[in-house]
């Protein structure tokens, strides 16, 4: 099975505030585990990335915390700002599978003010 | 701008024509991606290539559907017959080598299949 589940598909947070977006796979040949955010219009772009073999990743505000066991990895946008309001999705790749991505189904986050 | 570069950006075409995007890809890179996205869905996978050899086609690339890398620089996708179901962003993304190397991703091609 190749799919990978995102949640919640929609999320308000308030400026400074924490923003958390979860995703489950099943397909364990998945080796690499990227986040993309697009802007409308705009094409996805690489957030931040992380392999099995470690457990979180973080890149100033943004941390991937990373469950092998569970197959779940999450997004924490730390000190969230009206600028980070766009859609979020995970994805996963695999080496076997010529690294192409399956990509969640967006989480769209809205940071007010 | 060295990024992934797509043309045209924006394509209206009516049921039955044939249509031609284009994928510039980052200089070196030598693989190269297609995707398709929906409105409110996540990219999917459609082919992909390593230089010039195409090594992976998915179930939704249908017959209509070809994709081309001759000189393992830039790619073609062209969709024959359109059909209104072919209407979405078709996205091209390149990637220094295998093994979890980043995907950029180019800025994509709209299509509107009327």
């Known amino acids: 099975q190749q799919q990978v589940k995102q949640s919640p598909q929609s999320l308000i947070v308030q400026k400074g505030g924490i923003s958390i977006i979860n995703c489950a796979y099943e397909?364990?040949?998945?080796?690499?585990f990227p986040w993309y955010q697009q802007f409308p219009g705009k094409g996805p772009a690489l957030l931040i990335a992380i392999r099995p073999d470690v457990s979180e990743k973080k890149e100033g505000r943004f941390t991937i915390s990373f469950n092998k066991s569970a197959k779940q990895f999450s997004l924490h946008i730390m000190d969230s700002q009206p600028g980070d309001s766009a859609t979020y999705f995970c994805?996963?790749?695999?080496?076997?599978?010529?690294?192409?991505?399956?990509f969640g189904t967006g989480t769209q986050l809205k940071v007010e003010l | 701008d060295t990024g992934v570069s797509q043309d045209p950006r924006h394509k209206i075409t009516k049921r039955g024509q044939n249509v031609t995007f284009r994928c510039d890809p980052i200089?070196?890179?030598?693989?190269l991606y297609w995707y398709r996205q929906t409105l409110g869905q996540g990219p999917e996978f459609l082919t992909y290539f390593q230089n010039e050899a195409q090594l992976e086609k998915s179930r939704l690339l249908s017959d209509r559907f070809s994709a081309e890398r001759p000189k393992g620089s830039f790619s073609t996708l062209e969709i024959q017959r359109t059909e209104q179901g072919d209407s979405a962003m078709y996205l091209c993304?390149?990637?220094?080598?295998?093994?979890?190397?980043?995907?950029?991703f180019g800025p994509g091609t709209r299509l509107l299949v009327l």
């Open positions: 994805a996963a790749g695999g080496t076997g599978g010529g690294n192409k991505l399956t």
């Open positions: 397909n364990t040949a998945f080796d690499y």
């Open positions: 200089s070196e890179h030598n693989r």
């Open positions: 993304a390149s990637s220094l080598n295998a093994g979890g190397e980043t995907q950029y």
